[in-house]
């Protein structure tokens, strides 16, 4: 009988290491697919926020254009008399 316990034991030691290691594979896994990831995803990060500032620049620029056109036109108005 203390045999048959102390095999129990010992399975159950083996059982908990087993679970434990399956968890830091799992863990491993996850960080270097992570990792592997971010890697690829970074350059096409780096592409939109160059697209995005180029986007933001066209975009402030049609606006300056916009105001100086306004201005203009209302300087032609006033200065032929139409205000």
């Not at 592409?47 to 995005?52: A, H, R």
């Not at 180029?54 to 620029?61: F, N, P, Q, R």
């Amino acid at each position: 009988m203390p045999v048959a316990v102390r095999l129990v034991e010992a399975l159950a030691i083996v059982t908990l290491m087993a679970l434990i290691t399956c968890v830091s594979l799992g863990v491993v896994i996850a960080q270097r697919t992570l990792s592997l990831t971010i890697t690829f995803i970074e350059p096409a990060a780096n592409i939109l926020d160059v697209v995005l500032i180029m986007t933001e620049k066209a975009l402030v620029g049609a606006l300056v254009f916009t105001v100086t056109l306004i201005n203009t036109v209302s300087s032609a108005l006033h200065m032929i008399g139409l205000h």
